[in-house]
């Protein structure tokens, strides 16, 4: 057993990975709307039932996915062990190991749902049908986190992460850093003031360590990508499980597992359905009176234009193309 004060130090460290995780939650709330690229039935199953697919982030479409900025963490631990003595290199030995994925895999997951910009000739491609879907966008408010019921009880649903996809190895270190950064300070201060009595206690101090870190750990991967997708400009929508005690049912385990959450906000946050540049000419009537038959009717429907540009940020309200 571990003393009370390095118990409390543990909980302090777990705190502060989940504060910057919402710091930068924050920091990354979306300006405009952002768009879900899907196909006409998935649409309105989504609307009907007012809940999200969240896919597993061990079975994504891309196997490299996870990977990409799990390699970005090793890297920084195996500089660790180069500049550290004792317990510290010991613990950096470890999690630099390959294998440390597979035991956290059996430890934490997320859940994901992934959104970009409008009118992305890439997006439609990849997860539109091949540009016969369509996309619906949701206002910025929609990303912005609800307050919970009971704040001083979240349910697991209620606990839902919003992370800015950031590209490239630079931006993953530097989210990275951040999590190693104050795990060896916390090791340096644990010893420094001989809270640990035996090399017993010391590796269950690490083990405890190291799982606080695994959600944010994991978070940072799976909100980091190869700069090869950087024109995705893509956000996501992150929800937690603990694969030990899973608060979340989880469907379709054995295959592609995913978790089916509610989204209250979901009806009144849609502001416009595009339909795919590929699609047949009757889609544009077929989303109308699917809308209209759920007392949507108000909202947009647009069609994409295979000559149109990816909106900016700046040129969103200027690429809407009406259909009349």
């Not at 409390?8 to 405009?32: V, W």
């Not at 500049?83 to 630099?96: D, I, P």
């Not at 966008?137 to 919003?162: Q, V």
């Not at 359905?273 to 647009?302: F, H, Q, T, W």
């Amino acid at each position: 057993m571990l003393c009370e004060k390095v118990t409390e130090a543990l909980d302090r460290f777990q705190t502060a990975c989940d504060r910057r995780m919402a710091n930068a939650n924050a920091a990354n709330e979306p300006k405009i709307p952002l768009f879900h690229y899907t196909n006409e039935e998935a649409l309105f199953s989504i609307l009907d039932s007012g809940q999200f697919w969240f896919t597993s982030i061990y079975h994504m479409d891309d196997p490299e996915e996870l990977s990409f900025g799990f390699n970005v963490a090793r890297e920084l631990f195996k500089d660790a062990v180069e500049r550290s003595t004792g317990l510290s290199r010991a613990f950096c030995r470890e999690l630099g190991e390959e294998s440390e994925l597979e035991r956290i895999k059996e430890l934490i997951a997320f859940y994901s749902v992934s959104f970009g910009l409008r009118d992305v000739a890439q997006q439609w491609a990849d997860y539109a049908d091949k540009g016969c879907g369509i996309a619906f966008g949701l206002a910025p408010e929609f990303f912005r986190p609800a307050a919970f019921d009971d704040p001083e009880n979240p349910r697991p649903d209620e606990i839902i992460f919003y992370g800015k996809i950031a590209y490239g190895p630079v931006n993953g270190r530097a989210r990275h850093t951040k999590v190693v950064d104050a795990a060896l300070a916390l090791i340096e201060q644990t010893q420094r003031r001989k809270r640990l009595s035996s090399g017993k206690e010391a590796m269950l101090f690490c083990r405890h360590l190291a799982a606080s870190m695994y959600t944010e750990i994991i978070w940072n991967c799976v909100t980091t990508k190869d700069a090869k997708w950087c024109h995705q400009n893509e956000m996501r929508i992150l929800a937690r499980n603990f694969l030990k005690d899973p608060k979340l049912p989880i469907v379709n385990e054995e295959i592609r597992p995913r978790v089916e959450i509610g989204q209250p906000r979901l009806k009144q946050s849609i502001v416009e359905v595009m339909i795919g540049p590929k699609a047949d000419e009757g889609a544009v009537e077929r989303v109308r009176s699917g809308l209209a038959s759920r007392g949507l009717e108000k909202i947009l429907v647009s069609r994409s234009s295979d000559q149109q540009p990816a909106a900016s940020l700046m040129g969103y309200n200027r690429s809407i193309n009406k259909i009349r």
